[in-house]
């Protein structure tokens, strides 16, 4: 049977990396049609996890959008929804040589050259909130420029990963466009918090949810209630395969564990002595102020004491994870273990970032870790999709009554 003739309503995810906007899209009842990367270790990983859909390992900037119509009988504006991240790194932050003329930082142009040519009811796209600063705002008001030329209506807020029950620290913007007139409630409502939100320039997009009337906000998961049911490892250890070997103690470990009758990616990689020697000192919840000068790094030795304060950071059970990065390096921000002296695993992290247990990642230890850090916690994605979904069906029902053909499948 051809990919995506059922009832359910259709995605494509473009930069798909591991396939965490994927992920979340499918967990919400969508059916995801394709994901589209280049990387190798991205390909090995979405395939093993989405063996239901396509995948095409090849660069955007190759990518015929017409054999995506032809491939899976779509006609021009019947995709429900067009999803995905263009790489973050060259708006990040954490990028000292960022650019608005990075060639990187317009991959977006690939992206809306697709939904030029599939015109999708709906669009998600995903970033970091530096994309809202680079090249003073400049990127942000082109791609609203041309989504209004293709005919999209289209917003842009930055969703706190904390607020959807993401034991993490995590901002990100998402872009959400259709075709089909807008609404405000194409936005998720918040489901956990509220947390704190930075004052910043930025602060005109932070999407300021409010509880609907009579709900109670659940409280933030943090790092224990996510991980604190995964096995003791050493530094270095960890295999491919183990059993739990406890028991779940939170509704999110057991909703991790869900389809998975054991743990996959619960490796660690191994830190020198040093690197140790370093992390010894400091305790739960502290970071470099703790470890002795002598045992810093030269150009730490150099550092104001209000830098860098997630650098050689232990991170604490009753605390939300900093942001998983592309390294779980302690060099680079919390990531060593509350209790142990190493860094997160790969399966931590996962956890962290709100992938199922039986989700697994391929490829060498540091691609593991980069597919992670790179992807969309499902969890958030997953509260994205199902605010779409719900707008998709609004919009049906109200084309039913006035008579119009159906807009889009129904969900199941």
Not at 100 to 123: D, E, W
Not at 142 to 168: H, T
Request: charged content about 25%.
């Amino acid at each position: 049977m051809q990919i995506g003739l059922d009832s359910r309503p259709t995605c494509i995810d473009l930069f798909a990396g591991a396939g965490g906007l994927a992920e979340g899209f499918r967990q919400a009842g969508w059916c995801i049609l394709a994901g589209l990367d280049d990387a190798p270790s991205a390909a090995s990983t979405f395939r093993l996890n989405f063996p239901e859909s396509e995948f095409l390992e090849e660069n955007i900037c190759a990518l015929d959008p017409e054999r995506l119509l032809t491939h899976f009988r779509l006609k021009p504006g019947q995709l429900d929804c067009l999803i995905g991240g263009p790489p973050c790194q060259s708006f990040s932050y954490n990028n000292h040589a960022r650019s608005a003329s990075n060639h990187r930082a317009h991959l977006f142009r690939q992206y809306l050259r697709v939904v030029a040519s599939l015109k999708p009811k709906t669009l998600v796209m995903e970033n970091v909130p530096g994309m809202l600063t680079i090249g003073d705002g400049k990127i942000v008001r082109e791609i609203k420029r041309d989504l209004a030329a293709l005919g999209y209506e289209s917003c842009i807020k930055i969703l706190f990963a904390e607020d959807f029950g993401v034991p993490q620290r995590r901002r990100r913007v998402f872009i959400i466009a259709t075709k089909l007139g807008w609404e405000h409630k194409l936005f998720p409502t918040g489901t956990h918090g509220p947390s704190e939100k930075p004052s910043e320039s930025v602060n005109n997009y932070v999407h300021q949810w409010r509880p609907r009337k009579g709900q109670v906000p659940q409280k933030l998961t943090n790092v224990w209630n996510a991980i604190g049911d995964l096995p003791s490892l050493e530094n270095g250890g960890g295999v491919d395969i183990t059993p739990y070997g406890r028991k779940p103690k939170t509704e999110f470990q057991r909703q991790s564990r869900r389809g998975s009758p054991e743990i996959h990616n619960h490796r660690t990689r191994r830190l020198t002595s040093s690197m140790l020697r370093r992390i010894r000192n400091v305790p739960e919840g502290g970071n470099w102020l703790d470890i002795p000068r002598q045992w810093l790094p030269s150009g730490m030795k150099r550092a104001k004491t209000s830098d860098h304060t997630k650098r050689y950071g232990r991170l604490s059970r009753r605390d939300l994870s900093s942001t998983i990065l592309t390294k779980c390096d302690p060099h680079w921000g919390s990531y060593v273990h509350p209790l142990e002296e190493r860094t997160i695993s790969v399966r931590e992290a996962a956890r962290l970032q709100t992938f199922p247990d039986r989700f697994r990642f391929t490829g060498s230890l540091s691609k593991q870790y980069e597919l992670i850090g790179n992807a969309v916690p499902p969890l958030l994605a997953k509260q994205v999709a199902r605010s779409v979904l719900r707008y998709l069906d609004r919009r049906s029902r109200s084309d039913s009554r006035t008579g119009l053909p159906e807009k889009h499948r129904q969900r199941a």
